[in-house]
């Protein structure tokens, strides 16, 4: 249900467990040996004489895999939920690596020491599930529960309940809840943080209202933003590594990108999937990860409950030149003082 990744170690929520797990990539040598001994009698001399092979031979040679495989050893399980329909929801791991944040359906944020799982912190955060997770700096935490409220949390101390909708009066209180929140960093600002968070409507109607995403300040947490996203309900969010990016899927298993700055949809596929996308996550921005994105500005990778995963492509945005707007501008100033010229003669 839920998955976090810190380089070669998997934290995986399967019902009431957080599974530590760790990964590694196999090559197809390492699977089948990397040698193959020869016959006894010492070694062959010239050059070997390949049989011609039977026709189901040749069959099984064309559907042979040469692909690698992924090794994965568990290192541990605890239990992170203690409700009677206990489900871990949520699971982050901090920039470092160091620490580990959980939440569920009981409602309680535990922080354990990562990855050997060590309980470090546990206090009541929500009186409903803890829908999403996020960690920011200085040790503060943010999540999002079902009971209406997102909160900010200096380690078990409550430092604000965040409002999205306070400069928004037409929006009913209670009408909508948090889903999903993230931090992300600023394009070409260092210290810049923000905070994006998920509102879905509560309840739906036979006329669904629209989902919201706003943009907050990450360290006064002050709202800067907010923008519709959409009728779909939406089930996760994600945020690109340079922090230009955002990543929606939907419960209808639709997907989208937005742009950070203005939340504007740059990208959407309706129902790229058949039922609920799970997770999304962009291509990281390393120097792998950009030759494999080509000419494309960002690659999203989508998952959903239909087994499938698929990858969107956001290709480069058509871009106008200053230069030749300034142009242009001047071009239209000039024109229209001419025509006016013509119009009225003593005009200038």
Known sequence: MSMALAGDVIA?????????????LQGPDEKSGSSTPSKAGGAQ???????????SEKGESDTRSEAGEVAVETLCSVQTDFSPDALQKA???????????????????????????KKVLEFKAHDGEIEDIALGPENKVVT???????????????VLRLRWDENMPGVPDKTYRYQACRFGTVPDQAEA????????PHKRGRRPPPCYLTK???????PLL????????????????????LGLGTVTGSVAIHVAFSLQRLYYVKEAHGIVVTD?????????GRELLAENEAALLSVAVDSRCKLHLLPPRRSFPVWLLLLLCTGLVVATILLLQLAFPGFL
Request: include cysteine; aromatic fraction near 10%; proline fraction near 5%.
């Open 193 to 200: 943080l923000r905070l994006y968070t998920v509102q879905v």
């Open 91 to 117: 699971v982050r791991v901090s920039a470092d690596h160091s620490l580990l944040a959980t939440g569920g359906a009981d409602g309680f944020l535990r922080v354990w020491e990562f990855p050997s799982m």
């Open 12 to 24: 995986a929520g399967q019902d009431a467990s957080c599974h530590i797990l760790r990964f590694r």
């Open 144 to 158: 999002a529960g079902r009971d209406f409220q997102c909160c900010v949390w200096q380690r078990d101390q409550l």
């Open 280 to 288: 999304v996550a962009f291509l990281p921005e390393s120097r792998r």
């Open 216 to 222: 907050w300040d990450g360290k006064s947490f002050l």
């Open 45 to 55: 001399k010239g050059p070997r004489k390949r049989k011609a092979p039977s026709p």
């Open 226 to 245: 907010t923008q519709p996203c959409g009728g779909e309900v939406i089930s996760c969010l994600s945020v690109s590594d340079s922090g230009t990016f």
